[in-house]
């Protein structure tokens, strides 16, 4: 079993300029944020590998102490094979495409912070049929600038014929062709919230007004068995999370697992997959 190690943001403003330079020098690795708060989010790096090797060493040098703040476990086949573990899991698109496409979020109501579509933690209803550029997308399946998932009209397809359930898909137009055979996908069943068991933190000052701002886990998230009784194969969380685009995730049968990784052959460089918990 693959494990990868998370590092929190860390901030300039902790650790100053000079210092964030040299470190991303050291490490190759490029800050992010804007001017007055720039930092790192350091995801999803694999324990051993080259980069993890060179960004321990960077920080060593540099005299950088990072936290690392939980390890992910990837899925296995075993994982599933016990009746009492839980049957589903969480679901991350990795492969991201920017088609600089402006305006496609609406909110339902104003942010009354004054949140843009896209930051807001409001909900939020899109164009439809929904805008792509339809000649950048090189995958089966991807996300947008605006946490929007795009699959293939063959992914779809194949999705419906194996029986699996509960996933919604809303047509797209390409901005120059038209018509395209892609669709935009999401969960259309809501889980209920996540146990209190979950290790819930907010990376910043939970914002007043829109839900889920800032919001962050732990570990892997945790909830009530009785959340998972008859419910399809497809789900996102009722909660929303991150200080950018804010969405929630995606909770699927293993059997949406089994298709996309094992039988239709999608490496981990395009999805990955990661436990979740029952509260104990």
Same mark, same amino acid.
């Not at 490490?27 to 993890?52: C, N, Q």
């Not at 843009?116 to 991807?142: F, T, V």
């Given at each position: ?11 300039? !403003? ?12 050291? $490490? ?15 995801? $999803? ?37 016990? *009746? ?46 929904? =805008? ?7 995958? =089966?399946? %991807? ?13 779809? &397809? ?11 898909? !809303? ?31 907010? &990376?910043?000052? *939970? %914002? ?19 959340? +998972? &009784?008859?419910? =399809? ?13 804010? +969405? ?33």
């Amino acid at each position: 079993m693959r494990t990868m190690v998370t590092f929190r943001d860390f901030w300039a !403003s902790d650790l100053g300029a000079s210092l964030i330079n040299k470190f991303a020098s050291e $490490s190759r690795i490029g800050p992010g944020g804007g001017k007055k708060d720039p930092g790192f989010a350091l995801t $999803s790096i694999e324990v051993g590998s080259e980069i993890h090797s060179r960004i321990l060493k960077a920080a060593a040098k540099c005299g950088i102490e990072l936290e690392e703040s939980f390890r992910v476990e990837h899925c296995e086949d075993e994982d599933f094979q016990d *009746p009492m573990s839980p049957q589903y899991c969480r679901m991350v698109v990795k492969r991201l495409i920017e088609f600089d496409i402006d305006d496609v979020l609406m909110l339902e109501q104003a942010c009354p912070a004054g949140e843009s579509a896209a930051g807001c933690g409001l909900l939020k209803i899109m164009k439809n049929p929904y =805008p792509i550029n339809s000649s950048m997308i090189e995958y =089966p399946i %991807c996300y947008d600038g605006f946490g929007q998932t795009i699959a293939s009209e063959s992914l779809v &397809e194949t999705i419906r014929n194996a029986g699996l359930t509960g996933l919604g898909a !809303s047509p797209t137009f390409d901005v120059a062709e038209g018509k395209t055979k892609y669709f935009r996908v999401q969960p259309v069943s809501v889980l209920s919230a996540v146990s209190l068991q979950t290790d819930l933190f907010y &990376e910043r000052a *939970p %914002c007043s007004h829109c839900t889920s701002k800032n919001l962050f886990f732990n570990g892997n998230l945790t909830f009530r068995r009785e959340v +998972f &009784e008859n419910i =399809p194969d497809f789900n996102v969380t009722v909660e929303s999370f991150g200080h950018g685009i804010i +969405f929630p995730l995606w909770i699927v049968h293993h059997l949406v697992r089994d298709l996309i990784r094992n039988k239709l052959r999608q490496t981990d460089d395009f999805v990955t997959w990661h436990p979740i918990a029952f509260e104990k």
